[in-house]
T-cell receptor, first 116, second 113 residues
Framework: DAGVIQSPRHEVTEMGQEVTLRCKPI?????LFWYRQTMMRGLELLIY????????DSGMPEDRFSAKMPNASFSTLKIQPSEPRDSAVYFC??????????????FGSGTRLTVV | DAKTTQPPSMDCAEGRAANLPCNHS???????VYWYRQIHSQGPQYIIH???NNETNEMASLIITEDRKSSTLILPHATLRDTAVYYC??????????????FGTGTRLTIIP
């Protein structure tokens, strides 16, 4: 099991550019989550999907952020245009929902985004 | 989901048991207690969860008080690799459409050689 795979690991971009972060969840998992972590705000949930359908995007900071999950094995988080305040570590996590109760989420290693 | 209160930091000597407390006095009957940890620069790692019974796995033990208003995560023989931020989270378990985890500020545990 390769775990949750995120790419790229590091991204440096100029303000105004489009940034796309990618995530491959664990095979068989049916829930996927995007989190952002900064020193000031800690870990914040941005959006999550169940069975590829967005369920709660209330954490998405503004219209510049969008996320998609075209199939069970791939998700993207896009920022367009990017701003310096978007600099953070972005984590993707996945889990398999079961009616008997939810176990642990598995997190990826994160993408460290720096917008200059 | 119920809020949790954790001490901001703790130290523990290497080889000793690390006991991390968490207060969740407003927990509801259908809310689980989850523990995660985050080692520097890595993604959070699931440790353990429980509803009302004490739980143990290869990583840790979770002790939940009878009234469920508080819990303790126990790392039986702490090593330097256990230095991390530990998050206690309470949330509803099997409720489709409400699976999200909300992280607080956690406890920064430092294992002292």
């Amino acid at each position: 099991d390769a775990g949750v795979i995120q790419s790229p690991r590091h991204e440096v971009t100029e303000m105004g550019q489009e940034v796309t972060l990618r995530c491959k969840p664990i095979s068989g998992h049916n829930s996927l989550f995007w989190y952002r972590q900064t020193m000031m705000r800690g870990l914040e949930l941005l959006i999550y999907f169940n069975n590829n359908v967005p369920i709660d995007d209330s954490g998405m900071p503004e219209d510049r952020f969008s996320a998609k999950m075209p199939n069970a094995s791939f998700s993207t988080l896009k920022i367009q245009p990017s701003e310096p305040r978007d600099s953070a570590v972005y984590f993707c996590a996945s889990t398999r929902f079961s009616t008997s109760g939810i176990g642990g989420y598995t997190f990826g290693s994160g993408t460290r985004l720096t917008v200059v | 989901d119920a809020k949790t209160t954790q001490p901001p930091s703790m130290d523990c000597a290497e080889g000793r048991a690390a006991n991390l407390p968490c207060n969740h006095s407003t927990i509801s009957g259908n809310e689980y207690v989850y523990w995660y940890r985050q080692i520097h620069s890595q993604g959070p790692q699931y440790i353990i969860h429980g509803l009302k019974n004490n739980e143990t796995n290869e990583m840790a033990s979770l002790i939940i008080t009878e009234d469920r208003k508080s819990s303790t995560l126990i790392l039986p023989h702490a090593t330097l690799r256990d230095t991390a931020v530990y998050y206690c989270i309470v949330r509803v378990g099997a409720n489709f459409g409400n699976e999200k985890l909300t992280f607080g500020t956690g406890t920064r545990l430092t294992i002292i050689p």
